[in-house]
């Protein structure tokens, strides 16, 4: 009878502060998801990438449909392009984590990518950052997406390559339909 008396007051004990911090409903979208509202809707985008690690470059053109997942706390994206490898279909979701303090994007395509970043915003300035292998070698990468208006941005990506300095792989344009 003791122990199961101890038990309780340890559970107690330990329960009520955890229990006190609970929300009190469903989690709500902050400021930082209502900021991916500017991603919202069709675009359509064109640029050149450097020929470099990622093939002989060229330009591209391509559509990708950006639109809200239930609860609001991401945006998901479908786009098709067609550049100098050939065509690709990707898939991509942005979103804010408020553990980390920064926005989060993963990305998948049809030529066997994927790609996790963490990003910021300034002013009209997205810029997303990730680490990864390539090759058996570690790179950093840059995207920064630059508002140009309500219905354009700039977007250029940038990489570093075993601790090398950053070279501009990708440049371009977006618009929204």
Known sequence: ?????????????????????????PPKPGPEHKR???????????????PGPFGPGGKFTGTETLEW?????????HSDMKGAMGPMKG???????????AYTFHMIDSMGTEVSSRGTVSGDTWTWTNEDRMGGKPYKGRFTMKELSPTSY?????????GGPYAVMMEGKATKK
């Open 36 to 50: 991916l509202e500017y991603f919202v809707g069709k675009w359509a985008f064109e640029g050149e990438e450097k």
């Open 69 to 77: 997942f239930p609860g609001g706390f991401f945006v998901v994206s």
């Open 154 to 162: 700039t977007m250029k990506f940038e990489m570093s390559i075993d």
């Open 91 to 101: 898939h991509s979701m942005m979103g804010y984590s408020r553990d980390h303090k």
């Open 1 to 25: 009878m003791q122990r199961s008396v101890v038990a309780i007051v340890v559970f107690v004990l330990i329960a009520a502060p955890i229990l006190a911090q609970a929300p009190s409903g």
